[in-house]
């Protein structure tokens, strides 16, 4: 282009010149776009690098299999932080997974009914409700009743936080699978329920599972909604039914906590539940990839 | 099971062996689009019956009043009676979805289970059958079975286990015509089967259409005149809705009876 523009001696006429004019903005916006995408990946980066430099000085073996130890004694983990965090978890696919695969099939297969949309819109507002605000209805009618903090509570809080998230990926997800194919179902002689069970949700399967293991990763690091259901538990403690330990929690105390090597262990926790998300979201991008790679061998 | 009875037909001329399926003033709409309009003709049985008609004429929706699969879009409606044997498949108390087993149907693009493996997707149809377990041996009988029907064998004997998005277009839809074949269904229903494949693998399904007519009563649905002139013993001719002309195959290509037959053969129109 350049010597195109020469050829025709002209940088002075007005053709030209609004032509240098488009290069040097377009140039300026490529160098601005990039900056900004630079920065944006800055923050994770740094929050990765600072908490790697903090935390892996006390991460050890020990800290995933041994206990809290008083404060004053040195060493000590978070081992029941970690199978606290891991139930709470289970839990909470256990309420939210049904629930929100459920709704997602529905909302695909019923798309354009009154009640579907107002599924949709519901499942968008509670998408958007703030998790302290979860945390305080599940208090209200899973902890208060009972007269005591519980998983079972925190994991129904945290399921409840699932639903929103697995209904909309199920729900793209089931919209995907071609019309034909459950079309050749039910040609077949499926009945309409086996035709969306066995061959609609299946196909989908794979989309549905990163959108699962995204929505754990999701809710795996949320503190506000435990704050007051799960509560945090100083010790040993697998009864679904009593008060359990959580990373976050964990972290969350140990963090305000005035001693230095609590303030050592809550940077470690931190470093193990970033760890843990990274898993995750790194299997779900595995799992998408297979999904993709399978369409085509 | 209600719709494999043979129950003695009320108004017919014909024997019943000969007729495999009766329209019976068949109407068919999508909300307010009238489709299928005041059809009555009957598809003889162990032959190839093909309907042509330019697009939109419902020579589609016709084609899926016959197994009831019109009824699954939203806003369709169905008046008028379709017999299978003899009995109204649209009376109540007819199961579609057994309906179904009997009246198989292949459509326009392959639609494999992707899913599934070549094997699983031909006993994919048996499978579906509500509170029967197949049996291992019946498994195998089947899946020895339909692909031959459906002349691939030879080309996935020895790939069974592999999964069905893994072959050609071509053998896709022979494996769908298989899935198919395996319920033994008296009636084949083909909505322009060849439509998404390739010159040679036209030809195949063409061939394996001419065998099939020896254990079965088959229905094409065809854009292309030259393609129901090859395969089939009578044809169908549809405009706007309407049936216009049903005559053999020979006869419609060489001497049609109405001018608007003539028309569209001779490629004036559509």
Redesign the interface.
């Given at each position: 282009m350049t010597s195109a523009a020469s050829d025709h001696g002209a940088f002075s006429s007005p053709r030209a010149r609004g032509l240098l004019r488009r290069r040097v903005v377009s140039v300026i916006m490529i160098v601005l776009t990039c900056v900004a995408a630079a920065l944006a990946v800055v923050p994770l980066v740094v929050i990765l690098a600072y908490l790697f430099k903090q935390g892996a000085s006390a991460l050890s073996f020990g800290f995933f299999t041994h206990m809290p130890k008083p404060v004053g004694e040195v060493g000590g983990g978070m081992a029941n932080a970690i199978l606290g965090t891991l139930i709470l978890i289970g839990l909470a696919a256990a309420f939210g997974l049904p629930i929100g695969i459920g709704a997602g099939l529905y909302l695909a297969e019923h798309r354009g009914t009154r009640l579907a949309n107002l599924v949709r819109f519901l499942a968008d507002v509670l998408n958007g409700l703030p998790s302290i605000v979860m945390g305080i209805f599940a208090w209200q009618f899973l902890v208060k009743p009972f007269g005591h903090f519980s998983a079972l509570a925190g994991g129904a809080a945290l399921g409840a936080m699932m639903i929103p998230l697995v209904s909309r990926t199920t729900e793209e997800m089931v919209r995907t699978v071609?019309q034909?194919?459950r079309?050749?179902?039910?040609?077949?002689?499926?009945?309409r329920w086996?035709t969306s069970l066995?061959?609609v949700l299946?196909?989908a399967?794979g989309g549905i599972v990163t959108g699962v293991l995204v929505a754990v990763a999701r809710v795996a690091g949320e503190t506000a909604p435990l704050l007051f259901t799960a509560f945090g538990n100083s010790f040993w403690s697998t009864n679904l039914r009593q008060p359990i330990a959580a990373l976050p929690l964990q972290i969350f105390t140990y963090a305000i906590s005035p001693y230095d090597d609590w303030h050592a262990q809550a940077w470690a926790g931190a470093l193990v539940l970033i760890g843990l998300v990274l898993v995750i979201s790194v299997t779900a991008r595995f799992v998408t990839r297979a999904r993709h790679g399978?369409?085509?061998? | 099971m209600a719709a494999a009875e043979t129950v003695p037909m009320p108004d017919t001329s014909a024997p019943d062996a000969m007729v495999a399926m009766r329209c019976l003033a068949l109407n068919a709409w999508f909300g307010t689009t009238h489709a299928v309009r005041d059809v009555t003709l009957d598809f003889p049985a162990h032959e190839v019956t093909a309907i042509i008609g330019p697009s939109g004429c419902g020579k589609s929706t016709l084609l899926r009043c016959l197994n009831r699969m019109h009824e699954t879009v939203p806003l369709a409606r169905v008046e008028g009676r379709v017999l299978f044997h003899g009995q109204d498949i649209y009376a109540d108390g007819v199961d579609p979805i057994a309906l179904r087993r009997h009246v198989g149907m292949v459509f326009q693009r392959p639609t494999p289970f992707p899913t599934m493996s070549i094997r699983d997707n031909v006993a994919a149809g048996l499978r579906a059958q509500p509170g029967v377990k197949l049996s291992a041996a019946a498994q195998d009988e089947v899946v020895g079975r339909a692909p031959r029907e459906a002349a691939l064998w030879d080309e996935v004997e020895g790939r069974l286990k592999e999964s069905a998005t893994g072959i050609s277009g071509g053998q896709q839809q022979r494996l769908c015509i298989a899935r198919a074949l395996a319920t033994s269904p008296h009636v084949l229903l083909l909505d322009e089967p060849t439509a998404a494949l390739d010159p040679i693998s036209t030809q195949k399904v063409e061939e394996l259409v001419y065998e099939l007519r020896k254990v079965m009563s088959v229905i094409i649905v065809t854009h292309n005149m030259q393609q129901a002139a090859r395969v089939s013993d009578r044809t169908v001719f549809m405009l706007m809705g309407e049936m216009i002309e049903m005559a053999p195959t020979r006869k419609i290509f060489t001497t049609p009876t109405d001018p608007r037959t003539e028309s569209y053969i001779t490629g004036r129109f559509g």
């Open positions: 071609p034909a194919l079309e050749a179902a039910l040609a077949l002689g499926y009945p086996r066995q061959i299946r196909t399967l399978g369409g085509h061998g | -």
